[in-house]
Nanobody
Framework: QVQLVESGGGLVQAGGSLRLSCAAS????????MGWYRQAPGKQRELVAT???????DYADSVKGRFTLSRDTVKNTVYLRMNSLKPEDTAVYYC????????WGQGTQVTVSS
């Protein structure tokens, strides 16, 4: 069974930065894509950023230019660097991996204070 373990969330002031990590229990090349989603209270889960097996990235318009998704293929870890954080970025952030099945991490809370 695949495990995705997220870390790096927390409380930060507007304009600050955080880096989220998602460590997979097997090679990230075994997945077609990995990514980050977020869910704010009372809202649906939304895509934040994705990276394909080939390394192509895509971002939600709301985070373009502020967030950067990267990966370490030796550590089987993907990262989400979040700069210039805004209060509207407050949400639970979930790591996602798509292979034969859709896998999710447990989520990590990001809270941005104004």
């Amino acid at each position: 069974q695949v495990q995705l373990v997220e870390s790096g969330g927390g409380l930060v002031q507007a304009g600050g930065s955080l880096r989220l990590s998602c460590a997979a229990s097997r090679s990230i090349f075994s997945f077609n894509a990995m990514g980050w989603y977020r869910q704010a209270p009372g809202k649906q889960r939304e895509l934040v950023a994705t990276i394909t097996k080939q390394g192509s990235t895509d971002y939600a318009d709301s985070v373009k230019g502020r967030f950067t998704l990267s990966r370490d293929t030796v550590k089987n870890t993907v990262y989400l660097r979040m700069n210039s954080l805004k209060p509207e970025d407050t949400a639970v952030y979930y790591c996602n991996a798509i292979g034969s099945f859709n896998h999710w991490g447990q989520g990590t809370q990001v809270t941005v204070s104004s």
